[in-house]
C-alpha cells in the first residue's frame, strides 16, 4: 500500500514545491510527488522561464483541470494528466528527475 505524506519536491534547479510524497520511489530512484492544480500552475511557469534560457525541459500545458505534458524538441503529447481522487496530479511520474528536499 502507498502512503503519501506532506512534502517538498524538486525539479532538478526548480523549486522546491509543496507536495505529497509516496512511500515509493521510482526504480531509477526519482521521487513520486503528488502536486495541486495550483503549484502545476507553478512549476509550469518556472519550466517556461528556464526554457527561455536553456529550452531542454518539456513544458506543461494546464486546460481546464488536465495537465498536458509536451516534449520540448517537437511539441508532441507526452503525457496527459487528469487528476487523482484526491484532486492532485502526478506528473511526470517515472521519467522526470524529482528529488524529494
Same mark, same amino acid.
Given at each position: 500500500?502507498?502512503?503519501?505524506?506532506?512534502?517538498?519536491?524538486?525539479?532538478?534547479?526548480?523549486?522546491?514545491?509543496?507536495?505529497?510524497?509516496?512511500?515509493?520511489?521510482?526504480? $531509477?530512484? &526519482?521521487?513520486?510527488? #503528488?502536486?495541486? /492544480?495550483? =503549484?502545476?500552475?507553478?512549476?509550469?511557469?518556472? @519550466? +517556461?522561464?528556464? $526554457?527561455? &534560457?536553456?529550452?531542454? #525541459?518539456?513544458? /506543461?500545458? =494546464?486546460?481546464?483541470?488536465?495537465?498536458?505534458? @509536451? +516534449?520540448?524538441?517537437?511539441?508532441?503529447?507526452?503525457? #496527459?494528466?487528469?487528476?487523482?481522487?484526491?484532486?492532485?496530479?502526478?506528473?511526470?511520474?517515472?521519467?522526470?528527475?524529482?528529488?524529494?528536499?
Amino acid at each position: 500500500m502507498t502512503i503519501w505524506t506532506p512534502g517538498l519536491v524538486a525539479l532538478d534547479t526548480l523549486g522546491p514545491y509543496p507536495c505529497f510524497l509516496s512511500s515509493r520511489t521510482c526504480p $531509477n530512484g &526519482f521521487a513520486l510527488p #503528488r502536486v495541486s /492544480l495550483d =503549484v502545476v500552475r507553478r512549476i509550469a511557469a518556472d @519550466i +517556461d522561464a528556464d $526554457n527561455q &534560457f536553456y529550452r531542454d #525541459r518539456d513544458t /506543461l500545458r =494546464v486546460t481546464g483541470t488536465t495537465v498536458d505534458v @509536451i +516534449d520540448y524538441a517537437d511539441g508532441d503529447l507526452v503525457e #496527459r494528466c487528469e487528476p487523482n481522487e484526491d484532486g492532485t496530479y502526478s506528473i511526470g511520474h517515472g521519467y522526470w528527475t524529482w528529488t524529494a528536499c
